[in-house]
């Protein structure tokens, strides 16, 4: 079956504006986590979501939502881009929220370059 | 907070010689733990976990509660094996959020 898929897979930003990032989870996949990796702070959750619900928040700024839809498929976006929000975006998917010993499917990742 | 540490970037050894790829985490529970791999050019993967108890290409990983290890593990390293290994937590109630060490880049020459 298809793996996870993100869209765009690279983007180009200037500061101030605003970006939104689509994750599309394999098929019969609940659940759906972001992060943001960099090489200065490696890979770092931003959230989760589950259902349509947001289950857990990583340490980001406000600046950072997501949302997910009834079919799963989830954004995220990013208003007012900083220079320091460059970075890989990794989303993941899973069958099942809450259970530790869930295995997470990762997508290609969406490169944005913020200048 | 919990925080999962790498202490290696970088970690070159020769074909057929043993691997080992150091994790430590810091938690004041029993967190479940997990080793990912990225390929070069592929996305990140899962390679084993520690409530499986697996053996996956040959590695394996031990968890040393005393110590708060996790590391991975390989008698004979292959060509095969150069990647970036991540190690990663999850503590439970945490739903699905990984906690990430900086990764450890292994190189298998020849």
């Known amino acids: 079956k298809a793996g996870v898929t993100q869209t765009p897979r690279y983007l180009i930003k200037t500061r101030g504006q605003q970006v939104t990032l689509s994750c599309s989870p394999i098929s019969g996949h609940r659940s759906v986590s972001w992060y943001q990796q960099t090489p200065g702070q490696g890979l770092q959750f931003l959230f989760e979501?589950?259902?349509?619900?947001?289950?857990n928040k990583g340490n980001f700024p406000g600046r950072f939502s997501g949302r997910q839809f009834s079919n799963s498929r989830s954004e995220m976006n990013v208003s007012t881009l900083e220079l320091g929000d460059s970075a890989l975006y990794l989303c993941?998917?899973?069958?099942?929220?809450?259970?530790?010993?869930?295995?997470?499917?990762f997508g290609p990742g969406t490169r944005l370059t913020v200048l | 907070a919990q925080r999962v540490t790498q202490p290696e970037k970088l970690l070159s050894v020769f074909k057929g010689a043993p691997v080992e790829l150091k994790c430590n985490y810091s938690y004041s529970g029993s967190p479940e733990l997990f080793w990912y791999v990225q390929y070069s050019r592929q996305r990140l993967q899962l390679l084993l976990r520690?409530?499986s108890r697996e053996s996956i290409k040959g590695f394996t990983a031990d968890l040393n509660k005393g110590e708060t290890s996790f590391h991975l593990k390989k008698p004979f390293a292959q060509e095969e094996d150069s990647a970036m290994y991540y190690c990663a937590l999850v503590i439970t109630g945490g739903g699905n959020k990984l906690t990430f060490g900086t990764g450890t880049q292994l190189k298998v020459e020849l």
């Open positions: 979501y589950f259902s349509e619900t947001q289950r």
């Open positions: 993941a998917s899973s069958l099942r929220a809450g259970r530790v010993d869930n295995e997470q499917f």
């Open positions: 520690h409530i």
